[in-house]
Nanobody, 119 residues
């Protein structure tokens, strides 16, 4: 069993930055893909970024490419999402999730953290 805990959300002005953290407990992220998703009020949840724990391969949604960076710290068993040049449309509840490599089912989810970007 993997427990995921997000932190780092908050209120920021447009153009500002935030760094979200996703810490795993119970087990390590070994052999897994870790992803960040977000959901704004009245909208469907959408993929933001992912990283493979073993090889570090990253993927990003087009809407965040060049602004967001996903990274990992093996020693801390934590995945980060550095968000720069934030826009009001980035306002959402951000979740981290984990799935096994090769299996397209995100089976572990955190409770999420709120990011609000004011204009």
């Amino acid at each position: 069993q993997v427990q995921l805990v997000e932190s780092g959300g908050g209120l920021v002005q447009a153009g500002g930055s935030l760094r979200l953290s996703c810490a795993a407990s119970g087990r390590t992220f070994s052999g897994r893909i870790i992803g960040w998703f977000r959901q704004a009020p009245g909208k469907e949840r959408e993929f933001v970024a992912s990283i493979s724990w073993s090889g570090g391969t990253t993927n990003y949604a087009d809407s965040v490419k060049g602004r967001f960076t996903i990274s990992r710290d093996s020693a801390k068993n934590t995945v980060y999402l550095q968000m720069n040049s934030l826009k009001p449309e980035d306002t959402a509840h951000y979740y981290c999730a984990a799935r096994r490599q090769g299996i397209n089912n995100w089976d572990y989810w955190g409770q999420g953290t709120q990011v609000t970007v004011s204009s």
